[in-house]
């Protein structure tokens, strides 16, 4: 019933009325104007309900009155009465009629009960009534009635302090109850209150509504009371706790979050009041170090050491601010959150640290709240990293328990027990004896933590997902209750699961809603996380919060993974490090990802197992995380469980049950390894993460793999078909033992391995790659292993790719490539049973992918067959001979079951069987052959003709291996017939390949590049033939003369069957890339070949002396293969000149015969010199029949014949392409609509000369360089050309001539000069001398002497005949002649070669013989002499001034006489002087004038002059009629003189003739050499000489017939010198008399005197018959001058010198006459 109710109304009167008797009966007696008071009141409530309708109305109008006895009557401090006046109050309270003021006065009365100390339990009631039923009250009655509530607290009742204490509660919260209610009135109004202004006045809260206006300073004075501060409006306080103050606080902040929220003003009493107090009261807890000293624990007031109490409720207060005010209060939470880490610090009283951990799981089970931290703090540029602090200090937290300081001695501790007021350390004491007995006592099978000795027991603490906390609950405890041991262990493990649980489901859901946000939107908008740029992207908190937690997270759960003994406890463990690591993988996080599997992947392992993949990522951790406390705690946590795992206590075995024995997978092989329960219990889950997440496993997969190959090693499966694993027995060292548990445990392991692969096929295809990343670089890690040694490898990679292949091979095209290329590694590597795991997996997973039925099938997808049949090929490169045996057998069976549909993927096939290697053996190569036979005889014409080619290629590549001959051999037969299908399928084969170029050339075109075909421009099927020819032409510069031989021939033999089938351009490219850089390798090879002489060949083989050197063998070669190019030439000249560049073509061809011809080695320069001749007879086309025999034409002597004949079919082919066939051909040519061929003539004519110029250009060249002797620095020449090389080239030129001597020219006149006298000046070595060389006696010249006298003779004879302009080249022959002629004297020299004359060479002492020269020089002679009879007139001789040239030549051997190398010399040269000048001096003199005769007259006199008075003397051995002949000689040159030369004298110069007469003047007297002896002296004086020329000197003195002046004076000049001569012998002769004494002076002098005396008298004679007008004044002073000398040689005493004298002296009777007078003319 509502108190409203009329009904109640009315009751609500009567009680009044009842109320006011009662008090009035009770305060009859004694208090009367109590009684009188209730009796007006009774009146006054009746008027009131007479009077007005709204009866409460009016009663609350009118309350004071109404109240006002009941008032005294509470005055009278009566028990009954007060009591009855405060039920009355009461119930007018509950019917809401009391006023403003009568409240005001009733609470005035309360306050005096309460200081007597009256009915207190009943003023707490009425004071709760009155402020419960309305709200009346404010301000100061409010805080007065408050105040009373708190005065009543503490009072010494323990019932009132009770009772007013829950009042106080009440009341605190009806304040604010009622601002609630004001806010939600006002909630419409727009008027919001404007923002506190600073803060400065805080007691008139001016803005507030009154209401709000009461909590604000009810809250603002609680600060101040738990301050210890005085309260502004709480005035009349007396007494206040700080707990009690705590927890109404706490009571406020946790049930009206939004009022603090909502106004600013009571945030700002948070901010600047309730937390600097938190933080002020949190002091003396965190300086406190557990030991340092305290006073009483039971004081209130704050002292330096943590009050259980206070600290607690401090802890509540801080949870409610960061659960309902963390938004407001950043920066004061995160310092909160700092205290509460350092809460948990090892140093801090234990109570504190359960306290601590408590408040840390409460943050732990709010998700949502710690990603705001993240976001608020970590996320922050210069903030704590708040959150990562929390985990972290979880984790120290639980690491910190396990290593517990000075277990054993409780009184180690600084403090005495007795001081330690809460006694903690006696408590850790108590707890760590309780520790240690639980360790060494009896197993339990309590769940618990173990670790290096310290035992922790695992409790229940709290639901999972909810923190119920025991110790924060305790509000009546005042000493710090003692903590069970493990509880706080307990607790931070229920958090840190939470922790993990909390985060992973919230960022979870998140991502999930989003991907399915994603899929609906399907991205057709921005993402939404977009639209609020300043808030950081979900991403990346979800990314930021993982990255601060896992280090801690980590570390923690190792260590307890490491520890937990409980199967539970563990699993729990597992699965949060299996979601946190399922988590990073899906945020992509890579490293924790990592960190985390690597840590369940180390607990799967046996203990201290090294296992590197895992210890350098935990290395590697360390490393990455963040600076700061977090980096170091993370490492601490990997070197704790570092030496878990490194150091194995022996209670850490204790509670593990052993399960399996088993061997480590080592390099060294070493002792066994265990595993445990917990090992096998990892290893589930390890494959659990596998099998469901391995999606997000990325790299890890890595880590996954290669434990689980550990573990499957240590277990003992091995791998069997298809790569499952099978438990199998170990196949050495001590057998792997396994109990039963885990024997029926290994068929499930092996299934889930299997099954783990198998669902490979729902991977996609980035996590798919990734696993197979893995599994490769697992088997990379085994196959390092097994490396260098023979243990067993662990085939666990190898088996899982095959298997991982095999089930994905409906999209085996995006892993084929990574899967095979690394089982190719494996096949490569050098422990046989790898490698055969190796080939067994790729083989199987070729065939299988060649039968599986793919969609499309392979014959419409030619991509993915190649791709399949890739690997096959690519295990051509393995070395390993039983791998390429498995190749070959998959070959073998892909060819019987896939034979036929094989279509493009024979070009990978056949590369399969042609990949072979020097280096593999016999066997294998054999078994290849037989296949390729195989291939050969059945599937030829099956395959596409494009593979055609490359048959050719495997076969040349047989040809070329080096292990068995006679396949290499049989190989070049399979060419040939090969080369037959060709010939025989020619017109399919072509129509087929032309289809396919079309195809090609438009894809080329599509892609825009050229189209990659070798031998491109020609058409296919010629270039079929081209690849033919090409492998040929490999083969021909095989190392192996056999081979070389065989193909050259093959290859010869095919162009010349086969080429007519060939386009005319292809011509081109047969020359070029075929012929020509066959001949380029020929020459390369054969000019570096060694020049070691080959011992026999094996068994009882002879090698010939001609082929014992590799040098000789290629030499055979080289001469085979320049023979057959030169045939091609040769045969096939028209077809090759229609090319446009046969000109280039010739030059090529020129260039190789030139450098064989300069190569050093005999036979093949001579071979060379024939092709070159094989290719001068080449006849210009459809002429040959006009023109007469070249060589006959030349008239060349048929000696020169017979070289050109060259050996082997050569001439014969020549003729065999006849005019005919050459006409039919340019018909079909000109027939086939080209346009008319020029006319034969000019253009051909032209063509031809250019080529026979090149080639005369190559003679050159050849002969230059080979003639050219050796430079002067080197020791020994190098290699000297041999003479029927020299022979050779020079009969080339005859031949040559007659193509160029159209344009021939002085200039090349001029080389062909230098280079006949060059190749007459080579020596001969000297073991082939006595085959050239005739004996010295005869006077034979050797055939390159003839050839060279011949090619001289060639030209002369063509000038001869030739026009005009031709003639200017004589002089230039002559010049070569004469050279010729001077060897005759001085041999040439061939560079500074040494080389001894023939005549005194012993075979055996010189290398070198110089030839014998002076036959050809003669014979040189000989063609001077006739030439110049034939041209002395010619204008060029006279100009060119080759009689001077002949005489100057002449001189040498005139001037030597005796000292020439043979006399024939002298005398020939004699007879030519005489011969020549008989010719040629008519002509000079006709040519007088002219003056171009005038140097020749000086040469001439020389001439005379070195030969008539030579210096050399006559050998001993002249006989006497040897002597006279010579004389003889001497006589014919002073009659020539006489009759050719003074006759003339007026047509000579003066000077020329002065000298002859000196030179008769010098003969006139007589001179010899003083060798004779007495007894030939007369004979030998020459006497006949002198009067010959004493003769020929008077003939000129004194000539009648003085015709011209010039006559006179030469026969003055005569006697002149005669005088003078006459003087000279008769001084000396009386100077020898008067010295020789006694002695007789030598003959030869008598002689000479008496000479001279008869000249003078002979001279006396004449002077007289001569007319003296003729004579000069100056002859007779020099006759008159002899008279004295004359007397002197009185004295002499020889009889015959003085009779002589007498004769002289006679005649001057003459000049004795008087002396003429002086005086002429009258003067004196």
Not at 460 to 480: F, H, I, N, R, W
Not at 654 to 680: D, E, M, R, W, Y
Request: charged residues 20%; proline residues 6%.
């Amino acid at each position: 019933m509502s108190t409203s109710s009329p009904e109640a109304v009315k009751k609500l009167l009567e009680n009044m009325q009842t109320d006011l008797r009662s008090l009035s009966m009770e305060c009859k007696k004694k208090f009367p104007p109590v009684k009188e008071a209730a009796e007006s009141g009774i009146v006054k409530i009746k008027t009131i309900a007479a009077r007005n309708t709204d009866i409460l109305a009016a009663l609350k109008e009118n309350s004071s009155e109404v109240v006002q006895p009941f008032l005294m009557g509470c005055g009278t401090k009566e028990p009954k009465i007060t009591q009855l006046c405060l039920a009355a109050i009461q119930r007018l309270m509950t019917h809401e009629v009391v006023s403003e003021a009568a409240a005001g006065n009733i609470i005035n009365m309360l306050w005096q009960l309460m200081e007597n100390g009256l009915e207190e339990l009943k003023l707490l009631q009425t004071v709760l009534v009155l402020l419960t039923t309305n709200t009346v009250v404010h301000d100061e009655v409010l805080s007065k009635a408050i105040v009373l509530c708190f005065r009543l607290h503490f009072t010494k009742d323990t019932i009132t302090n009770n009772t007013a204490a829950a009042t106080v509660r009440q009341v605190v919260t009806v304040v604010f109850e009622r601002m609630v209610a004001e806010d939600d009135r006002f909630k419409g109004m727009a008027d919001e209150p404007p923002p506190v202004q600073g803060n400065s006045n805080r007691r008139s809260v001016s803005t507030l509504r009154p209401s709000a206006k009461d909590a604000y300073m009810l809250f603002q004075d609680l600060c101040q009371l738990v301050n210890a501060d005085a309260p502004y409006w709480l005035v009349g306080m007396t007494e206040m706790t700080r707990t009690f103050g705590l927890e109404l606080l706490e009571s406020v902040l946790n049930d009206f979050p939004g009022v603090f929220l909502q106004h600013q003003e009571f945030s700002f009493l948070l901010k600047e009041r309730v937390c600097p107090l938190v933080i002020k009261l949190f002091s003396p807890n965190i300086k406190f170090r557990q030991g340092s000293s305290g006073g009483s624990s039971a004081s209130p007031a704050p002292v330096e050491k943590p009050y259980f109490p206070i600290c607690m409720r401090l802890l509540r207060v801080v949870s409610v601010l960061i659960k309902h005010f963390y938004s407001l209060l950043v920066t004061e939470c995160e310092i909160f959150l700092s205290l509460l880490v350092k809460f948990l610090d090892g140093e801090k009283p234990q109570w504190l640290r359960a306290v601590a951990v408590e408040s840390v799981h409460r943050l732990c089970v709010q998700p949502h709240l710690l990603r705001s931290f993240c976001q608020s703090y970590d996320m922050k540029q210069h903030s704590t990293k708040v959150f990562r602090d929390i985990v972290n200090a979880l984790g120290s937290f639980i690491q910190s328990l396990f290593i517990v300081p000075n277990a054993g001695n409780p009184a180690s501790t600084n403090t005495p027990v007795g001081q330690c007021g809460s006694g903690s350390a006696a408590q850790t004491a108590a707890q760590s004896g309780q520790g240690l007995a639980g360790a060494s006592g009896v197993l339990t099978t309590q769940a618990a933590f173990e670790y290096r000795g310290t035992w922790i027991p695992l409790m229940t603490v709290s639901v999972q997902g909810s923190a119920k906390a025991t110790y924060l609950e305790m509000l009546d405890k005042v000493e710090p209750p003692s903590i069970p041991e493990g509880y706080a262990m307990s607790v931070a493990f229920s958090a840190l699961l939470d922790l993990v649980r909390g985060i992973t489901s919230m960022i979870e859901k998140e991502l999930a809603k989003e991907e399915e946000e994603a899929a609906t939107r399907d991205g057709s908008e921005a993402p939404a996380s977009q639209e609020n740029p300043q808030e950081p992207l979900a991403h990346q908190v979800w990314e930021e919060m993982v990255n601060a937690c896992w280090c801690g997270l980590l570390a923690a759960l190792s260590l307890l993974l490491d520890a937990s003994t409980d199967e539970t406890a563990t699993e729990n463990i597992l699965k949060a490090e299996l979601t946190m690591a399922t988590l990073c993988g899906r945020l992509a996080l890579v490293t924790p990802r990592d960190a985390f599997i690597t840590a369940i992947c180390k607990a799967s392992l046996p203990p201290h197992y090294a296992l590197t993949v895992l210890s350098s990522h935990a290395g590697n951790l360390s490393n990455k995380s963040e600076p700061g406390p977090s980096r170091s705690l993370c490492t601490l946590a990997y070197s704790i469980q570092g030496q878990s795992v490194q150091i194995i206590s022996p209670s850490s075995e204790s509670h593990q049950q052993v399960v399996a024995v088993g061997q480590p997978l080592t390099v060294q092989p070493q002792g066994t390894v265990v595993l445990t329960a917990k090992n096998i219990q990892c290893m589930r889950t390890l494959l659990n993460l596998a099998h469901c997440h391995g999606a997000v496993l990325g790299t890890s997969w890595q880590l996954v793999l290669a434990t689980l190959q550990h573990l499957v090693w240590i277990l003992g499966l091995k791998p069997g078909v298809g790569g499952v694993l099978k438990p199998g027995r170990a196949v050495e060292g001590p057998s792997t033992v396994l109990t039963t548990a885990v024997m029926t445990d290994l068929p499930v392991i092996s299934n889930i391995l299997s099954r783990l692969f198998e669902s490979s096929q729902y991977l996609d295809d980035v996590s798919l790659h990734h696993l197979i990343n893995a599994l490769c670089s697992l088997s990379m890690e085994a196959m390092e292993m097994a490396f260098g040694n023979n243990k067993e490898p662990s085939l666990f990679a190898v088996a899982k790719l095959l298997e991982t292949g095999l089930v994905n091979m409906d999209r085996i095209e995006i892993l084929w490539r990574p899967l095979t290329a690394h089982l190719l590694e494996v096949c490569q590597h050098p422990n046989a049973r790898m490698r055969e795991w190796g080939a067994e997996a790729v083989t199987s997973l070729i065939k299988a992918g060649l039968s599986y039925k793919h969609e499309p099938p392979l014959s419409q997808n030619q991509r993915l067959q190649l791709l399949l049949l890739n690997p096959l090929k690519e295990l051509s490169n393995v070395l390993h001979a039983d791998i390429r045996q498995k190749q070959l057998e998959c070959v073998l069976q892909i060819l019987q079951s896939q034979g036929d549909s094989l279509g493009p993927g024979w070009p990978l096939v056949l590369g399969v069987i042609g990949a072979i290697r020097n280096d593999q053996g016999e066997s294998l190569i054999r078994t290849a052959f037989q296949c390729l036979q195989l291939v050969v005889t059945d599937f030829l014409p099956t395959m596409p003709c494009t593979c055609l080619q490359i048959v050719v290629d495997v076969a040349g590549s047989f040809g070329l291996q080096n292990q068995e001959l006679n396949i290499s051999l049989t190989s070049i037969g399979l060419l040939w017939n090969i080369s037959d299908y060709f010939f025989q399928r020619g017109e399919t084969i072509t129509d087929e390949l032309e289809r396919e170029e079309v195809m090609l050339e438009k894809q080329a075109k599509e892609k825009g590049e050229p189209l990659n075909r070798p031998f491109h421009p020609a058409p296919p099927f010629d270039c079929l033939w081209l690849c033919l020819y090409a492998k040929l032409g490999e083969m021909c510069v095989d190392p192996r003369p056999a081979v070389r031989k065989s193909a050259g021939q093959t290859l010869f033999s095919t162009i010349a069957a086969h080429g007519t089938l060939l386009q005319q351009p292809t011509w081109h490219i047969v020359v070029w890339k075929v012929l020509f850089h066959l001949l380029d390798r020929v020459r390369k090879s054969s000019t570096s070949a060694d020049k070691e002489k080959i011992e026999s060949g094996g068994g009882n083989i002879l090698i010939h002396h001609s082929r014992d050197t590799a040098e000789k063998q290629w030499a055979e070669t080289w001469v085979l293969t320049l023979a057959g190019v030169a045939r091609i030439f040769n045969t096939r000249r028209y077809p090759l000149q229609q090319l446009g560049d046969f000109f280039k073509a010739w030059e090529v061809l020129l260039d190789h015969i030139q450098s064989a011809a300069l190569s050093k080695n005999n036979e093949v320069s001579l071979a060379a010199l024939k092709s070159f001749q094989e290719i001068l007879q080449i006849v210009t086309p459809v002429k040959d029949t006009e023109k007469p025999e070249p060589l006959a034409a030349m008239c060349v002597p048929p000696v020169l014949v017979d070289p050109l004949a060259i050996p082997g079919p050569g001439r014969p082919l020549l003729r065999s392409d006849s005019l005919a066939e050459r006409l039919a051909q340019r018909y079909m040519n000109s027939a086939q609509a080209q346009p008319p061929l020029p006319p034969p003539g000019g253009a051909e004519e032209l063509d031809d000369s250019a080529l026979w110029w090149s080639a005369w250009n190559t003679w050159y060249r050849t002969g230059t360089e080979c003639t050219r002797p050796p430079p002067p620095g080197a020791d020994k020449p190098s290699f000297i050309p041999s003479q029927p090389f020299l022979t050779a080239l020079v009969q080339i030129f005859p031949a040559l001539y007659q193509h160029v001597k159209s344009g021939f020219s002085m200039e090349d006149l001029r080389k062909l000069g230098v280079i006949l006298h060059g190749a007459v000046s080579v020596p001969i070595s000297s073991d082939a001398s006595p085959f050239i060389l005739p004996s010295y006696t005869e006077a034979v010249l050797t055939s390159l002497q003839e050839a060279v006298l011949t090619a001289l003779d060639v030209l002369q004879k063509a000038i001869c005949v030739g026009p005009e302009t031709l003639q200017v080249m004589y002089p230039a022959i002559f010049e070569q002649l004469l050279l010729f002629v001077e060897f005759s004297c001085k041999p040439p020299q061939y560079g500074k070669v040494e080389t001894k004359h023939v005549a005194n060479a012993k075979y055996n002492q010189a290398e070198w013989v110089a030839l014998n020269y002076v036959p050809f020089a003669e014979r040189s002679l000989e063609v001077v002499v006739d030439l110049y009879h034939k041209t002395a007139c010619h204008k060029a001789v006279i100009n060119e001034k080759v009689l001077q040239n002949i005489i100057k030549t002449l001189r040498m051997p005139l001037g030597l006489k005796y000292a020439c190398p043979a006399e024939s010399t002298w005398k020939l040269a004699v007879s030519s002087l005489l011969k020549v000048l008989s010719i040629g001096l008519p002509v000079a003199r006709q040519h007088a004038s002219s003056g171009k005769f005038d140097t020749m007259w000086p040469e001439l006199a020389g001439a005379f002059e070195d030969f008539l008075f030579t210096k050399s003397t006559p050998p001993d051995n002249l006989s006497i009629q040897e002597f006279q002949k010579n004389e003889a000689v001497d006589v014919e040159v002073v009659q020539l003189i006489s009759t050719e030369i003074l006759p003339f004298a007026n047509f000579i110069p003066k000077d020329f003739v002065a000298q002859i007469m000196a030179m008769l003047n010098r003969g006139s007297i007589h001179s010899q050499s003083s060798s004779f002896t007495e007894a030939e002296i007369d004979i030998r004086m020459r006497e006949d000489f002198s009067k010959v020329c004493f003769e020929t000197l008077l003939q000129f003195s004194f000539s009648n017939k003085v015709s011209t002046p010039q006559e006179g004076y030469i026969s003055r000049m005569a006697l002149s010198v005669l005088l003078q001569r006459a003087q000279d012998v008769l001084r000396r002769y009386v100077d020898d008399e008067r010295l020789s004494g006694r002695c007789p002076l030598p003959r030869q002098q008598v002689t000479e005197i008496i000479f001279v005396l008869k000249a003078v008298s002979t001279l006396m004679d004449s002077l007289k018959k001569t007319q003296p007008e003729n004579v000069d004044g100056n002859t007779w002073a020099q006759v008159i001058a002899l008279y004295p000398t004359l007397v002197e040689c009185i004295t002499c005493s020889s009889s015959e010198v003085s009779s002589a004298l007498k004769e002289a002296l006679g005649p001057f009777k003459d000049f004795m006459q008087p002396p003429v007078s002086k005086v002429q003319n009258g003067e004196s």
